[in-house]
C-alpha cells in the first residue's frame, strides 16, 4: 500500500473490490451471509427463519445488515465485522483472475479501493491477489462511518480523505445502484457485469477488469 496522498492533481480510479478484482460469489459471499445470519440469531436471540427476514428488512432500509443491527439491536459495529468476515479462511476462498495485476499496471493514474467491506478484509484479498502495492490507499466501511455504497456520505468522505475532484474520478463496479451515486456526484463509471451489456448511465463496460485498458479512451 502506497499510503494516503493527494490524489486531485491526476486521473483518480476508485474500485470496489469483491466482484470486481475478485469473485465472492463462489465461496466467500455464502460464508459471510452464513456467518452474519449466525451473528444475528445469536445477538438477538432469534431462530434462523427470523434472522433471515431480518437481514432482509435491514438491507431493504438501511442497505446493510449491519446499520440495522447498530440502530436496533446495539450490536458494536467492529464486533459484527470481525465476527462475520472470515478473514483468517481467505487464503483457500478468494478466486483470482490471472492477469489481473497486469492489467492494472496497465490503467494510468492514482487507485483507491472503495468498499462496504472491513478494513482487514480487504487488505487480506489484496495481500492474496498480489495488488496491495498498487493501491495508494484503501477506504473501508469504517472509513465511511458505516455508511455504506449506495449512500453518498462515504462518498463524500472518501473525496475529503483523499482530497479528490469528482471531476477527476473513475468508479469501477460491479453494482450499477452504487455506479448511479457516483454519477450523481460526477464521476465518470465503469460496469463490471456480463459481457455484452451496457446499461444507461454508465460511461463504459466490461466483463472483467482485464478489459480496463481497452475502455480507457471512453473515459477522458
Sequence with gaps: MKGRRTL??????????????????????????????????THVGVDEAAANSLREQYWRRYGATLRGMVRHHGADP???LR???????????????????????RVPGRK??????????????????GVTDLFDGVF??????????PYPHG???????????????????????NLRTARRLGM??????PAGRRPAGVDAAVSSVLGLPRVLHKLK
Design 83 to 105: 465476527h462475520t468476515h472470515p478473514v483468517a479462511e481467505l487464503a483457500g476462498m478468494v478466486v483470482a483472475t490471472r492477469g489481473l495485476r497486469a492489467a492494472l499496471e
Design 8 to 41: 486531485a492533481s491526476s486521473r483518480a480510479w476508485v474500485f470496489d473490490l469483491d466482484n470486481t478484482l475478485h469473485d465472492a460469489l463462489l465461496h466467500i459471499f455464502p460464508r459471510i451471509n452464513q456467518a452474519i445470519t449466525a451473528y444475528v440469531m
Design 112 to 129: 483507491v479501493i472503495f468498499s462496504n467491506a472491513p478494513s482487514a478484509y480487504i487488505h487480506a484479498v489484496l495481500n492474496i491477489l
Design 188 to 193: 465518470k463509471t465503469v460496469w463490471v457485469g
Design 140 to 149: 473501508s466501511i469504517e472509513h465511511a462511518r458505516y455508511w455504506p455504497k
Design 155 to 177: 462518498f463524500y468522505r472518501l473525496f475529503r480523505h483523499y482530497r479528490l475532484a469528482p471531476r477527476r474520478c473513475v468508479m469501477v463496479e460491479d453494482s450499477l445502484d
Design 78 to 80: 467492529g464486533h459484527f
